[in-house]
């Protein structure tokens, strides 16, 4: 595994950096204050060929790989944390599952869709199923060679700007027997039954609408239906598996963000003078500096290499648990380096004239959302510890009463 940029990705890295500092830095503070969605911004993506980058070649995509599209997200985040999101979920997360799991012909929808500019939404959360996501209770039953999906899904980021839309549901059979959990396809504004509901009022990445998103009778003919490789039995697996894509990116807007303040704090301690010096030549605020580059260069390192474990652990998705890693370690990075370098602004770091506050806000949410940082913490020791570590009350009973069915069925055989 090699950290050093060969020439092309520097080159994709200069690209992104450029329309970053430019276009999306002037739409910033502005997709902030208004809280819509920078479609002129996504215009300039979807131009640039950074929507869809990790679709393969055959299918219009530029075929790059999950560091590629993330040295993109961490430029466009280190000036606007939204548009950072939105070329992850241009390029992980839902379209990653749909291009590993989906048909031909179901590949073929989502990458015209992305490629097109669309950002696909990832439906998992529920109002009663958030870090306990495998309880989720929207339901698809099975009717003839499709399913009927009824249930409803909050935070849903994209809601009411998105297309494509990847739902986790319950899976039933039609006489009522439970399959496992799997992923259904459906496109607003085709689909009847999938309807947007309420807008979050959120603290931070105020340009994306997180929604509720509600399916009645929403109905899943047989070609929309994602089947998991395992089938719905080992459903959630899979599905969460291609998930850790998302993580990574996740990490990487943070990261993003957190070297975005970092950059404003180094020239504004160059400039800003106090008792007739810079304020860059005080020993208290140079510590301060070179910490946060500590932070930032760790977290890089450890995101890269999360995205660079992708196609080398048996998986064409980064490993769980280094995606898992990355994202605690970046996300936690991220709320004290956009602190730092908020104090380092003094009065103007608390000003809305000024980046230092949005960053600030909007890093506040990667400790919670695609995971939180103490869920991902279980993920890490339950395979670090390789073992099974159930949240529920009777998680530990049930497993002892499955292994002892299964010890059974073995002797008998
Ligand atoms: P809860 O699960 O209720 O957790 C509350 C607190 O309890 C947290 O501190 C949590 O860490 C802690 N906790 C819970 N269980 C445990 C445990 N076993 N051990 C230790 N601590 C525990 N979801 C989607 O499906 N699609 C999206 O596009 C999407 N986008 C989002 C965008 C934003 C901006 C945000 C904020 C959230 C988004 N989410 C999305 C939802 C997100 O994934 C959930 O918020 C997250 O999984 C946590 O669920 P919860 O909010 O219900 O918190
Ligand atoms: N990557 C690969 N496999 C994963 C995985 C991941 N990120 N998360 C779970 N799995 C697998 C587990 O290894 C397990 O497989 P196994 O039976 O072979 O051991 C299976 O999925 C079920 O996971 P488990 O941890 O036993 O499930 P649980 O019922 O205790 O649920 C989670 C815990 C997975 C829901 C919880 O850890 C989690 O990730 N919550 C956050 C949900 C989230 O990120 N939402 C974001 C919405 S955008």
Not at 21 to 48: F, G, H, M, Q
Not at 78 to 107: D, F, L, W
Not at 338 to 349: E, I, K, M, Y
């Amino acid at each position: 595994m090699s950290f050093d940029l060969t020439t092309d990705q520097l080159g994709l890295r200069a690209r992104a950096r450029e329309l970053a500092s430019t276009l999306v830095a002037d739409n910033a503070a502005e997709v902030d204050r208004t809280e819509e969605y920078p479609w002129d911004n996504v215009k300039a993506l979807t131009d640039a060929g950074f929507m869809g980058m990790t679709v393969p070649k055959e299918l219009g995509g530029a075929g790059r790989s999950f560091l590629e599209a993330n040295l993109v997200v961490e430029e466009m985040a280190s000036y606007c944390g939204p548009t950072g999101r939105i070329v992850v979920e241009g390029n992980m997360g839902a379209i990653s599952a749909i291009i590993h799991y989906g048909t031909k012909s179901q590949q073929r929808l989502a990458a015209d869709l992305v490629l097109a500019g669309d950002k696909p939404a990832i439906c998992i959360t529920e109002p009663d199923a958030g870090s306990a996501a495998s309880l989720m209770t929207t339901r698809a039953d099975k009717r003839g060679d499709g399913y009927i999906v009824n249930g409803k899904k909050h935070w849903i980021t994209g809601g009411g700007v998105s297309r494509l839309h990847l739902i986790f549901a319950r899976v039933f059979d039609e006489d009522g027997s439970e399959l496992g959990i799997g992923g259904f396809l459906a496109i607003r504004g085709e689909a009847k039954g999938l309807h947007i509901g309420a807008r979050e009022p959120t603290m931070g990445l105020r340009g994306i609408p997180e929604t509720e998103v509600i399916f009645e009778d929403l109905e899943i003919p047989a070609d929309m239906v994602l089947m998991p490789p395992s089938g719905f039995k080992r459903g959630f697996a899979d599905l969460m598996n291609a998930y850790n894509s998302q993580r990574v990116g996740a990490g990487t807007v943070a990261l993003g963000l957190a070297a975005g303040a970092y950059r404003n704090a180094l020239a504004f301690a160059k400039e800003r003078e106090q008792f007739g010096r810079p304020i860059a030549e005080f020993q208290g605020l140079q510590w301060m500096l070179a910490d946060m580059s500590v932070q930032l260069e760790a977290a890089r390192a450890l995101l890269h290499k999360a995205a660079l474990s992708a196609g080398h652990n048996g998986s064409p998705f980064p490993d769980a648990t280094l995606a898992a890693q990355g994202k605690i370690f970046t996300s936690e990075m991220a709320l004290k380096v956009t602190t730092d370098a908020l104090q380092v602004f003094g009065a103007r770091g608390y000003s809305r004239n000024y980046p230092m506050e949005r960053l600030a806000r909007d890093a506040r949410m990667f400790t919670i959302g695609g995971g939180t940082a103490q869920i991902l913490r279980t993920v890490v020791a339950s395979r670090i510890l390789e073992q099974k570590l159930p949240q529920t009350r009777d998680g530990f009973a049930q497993l002892a009463e499955q292994a002892e069915r299964d010890a059974r069925l073995e002797a008998a055989e």
